[in-house]
């Protein structure tokens, strides 16, 4: 008895120590070294949540059953080798500062965390009964924890990477064209930087989103003698604020890209268009819904970004996405400090009368292949719509280039240059 009494104590200091260095590590992340253009104050509730969460475990974990106890210290130990994996991230991409240090301490704490829980298991473990029954009850405890790590608690986890870490680099010149390094500011006051290729004809497209795999449209335009805009969004490259996967609040950046292009002297207020590929194509079709200066928009690869699109797919099989959809919805507005945009399907009835072009892919993801037709039949008119034969998500310009330039170069002219 006094083994086991000693044993309890050990592993609830250590699990308590671990706790208390995964909290630092919220804490430090959210309101000590927050990311560059943003302040403490834009990450309350993504900041005193988790610290309260876990410090509230801490405190009360000598009191909870063994069971819990060590169900809890497993699903917080993974808490906390997710959260620190932004620091092994830009450890990698050469980035490694400020918050990271704790980052790893993070990791650390998180897999011994884990370690705790499986002893702590293990020797709470029942032994009455029959052999059989014994190894029946585990089994279907295994399977139910099984499914509910799958469907919800591994989704929400990720949202914390999805709204933590983004490309930390400018990639490759790819372009193609002479073009200017540009910054210009978001309403809510961050600094984004791009390239900016002049225009030629009057008018301008924003290329979005980032300046990766947008530069092969951008150069179709160029050559056209668009100018074109890309740029990386907020939390991404050299651009201020806190990242997002999902692309919520991008129309603010698409807002500012446009203000930006309407006062160039090369560019004609009523001839700025966009487009966006995958996340840029569903932030694009917001943009367009709530920017009067967006005058065309093509996109491509739109798909889910909430739960709420999910609720709107057609077919049955999407109930059985809706709770790791749920759970990962939930993530991310806790730790993005935002709330769940707009469902896309009522956003797009809001565009006409500006032109909108919906492209995806054959064989594209799922949720595009599913959605695509659902946003055409919202939107009012002007509106065009193209299955790309033979591409995967976002590969319309690599499986029908040809058919690509034409359809997309023939959209803007007759959006924006009226021919």
Do not use: C
Not at 102 to 128: E, H, N, Q, Y
Not at 155 to 169: D, E, K, Q, V
Not at 333 to 338: E, G, H, K, M, V
């Amino acid at each position: 008895m006094v083994a086991l009494i000693k044993a309890a104590g050990l592993e609830t200091s250590l699990a308590v120590a671990g706790l208390a260095v995964i909290a630092v590590h919220v804490l430090d992340d959210r309101f000590l070294q927050p990311q560059p253009g943003t302040s403490a104050g834009d990450h309350l509730v993504s900041g005193l949540v988790p610290a309260a969460v876990l410090l509230a475990v801490a405190a009360f974990y000598p009191r909870l059953r063994p069971g819990l106890r060590a169900s809890l210290a497993i699903v917080l130990g993974l808490f906390g080798v997710v959260i620190g994996i932004e620091a092994v991230y830009y450890l990698d991409a050469g980035r490694f500062s400020g918050d990271d240090y704790t980052g790893l301490v993070a990791i650390a704490a998180g897999l011994f965390l884990i370690g705790v829980g499986a002893v702590t298991l293990w020797r709470s473990r029942r032994v009455d009964g029959s052999l059989p029954r014994r190894w029946v009850r585990r089994t279907l405890l295994a399977v139910l924890a099984f499914v509910a790590m799958y469907l919800l608690v591994f989704p929400f986890l990720i949202s914390y990477a999805l709204t933590h870490s983004a490309r930390a680099f400018v990639p490759t010149d790819r372009v193609g064209a002479p073009h200017e390094n540009v910054s210009f500011r978001t309403a809510d006051g961050l600094r984004l930087r791009g390239w900016y290729v002049p225009s030629k004809n009057g008018a301008a497209v924003i290329s979005f989103p980032g300046r990766k795999g947008t530069q092969d449209p951008a150069r179709i335009l160029a050559r056209h003698g668009y100018g074109v805009l890309l740029f990386d969004r907020r939390g991404e490259g050299e651009s201020e604020g806190d990242p997002n996967g999902w692309g919520w609040e991008g129309h603010r950046d698409v807002a500012a890209a446009v203000r930006f292009l309407q006062g160039r002297p090369d560019v004609e207020e009523d001839r700025i268009g966009g487009i966006g590929l995958s996340v840029g194509g569903e932030m694009m079709l917001e943009s367009a819904a709530r920017t009067p200066g967006l005058k065309a928009v093509v996109s491509e690869g739109a798909g889910e970004r909430s739960v709420r699109e999910n609720l709107d797919m057609t077919g049955g099989g999407k109930w059985l996405q809706i709770p790791s959809a749920a759970a990962l919805t939930a993530g991310t507005a806790l730790f993005s400090d935002n709330p769940p945009p707009a469902s896309l399907k009522d956003l797009v009835g809001r565009i006409a009368p500006t032109p909108v072009f919906f492209v995806y892919g054959e064989h594209g993801q799922p949720g595009e292949r599913n959605l695509n037709p659902t946003y055409y039949r919202s939107a009012g008119e002007p509106k065009e719509i193209w299955e790309v034969p033979g591409s995967g998500h976002v590969g319309g310009i690599d499986a029908r280039p040809i058919e690509y330039e034409r359809r997309v170069i023939g959209f803007f002219d007759d959006a924006l240059l009226g021919t």
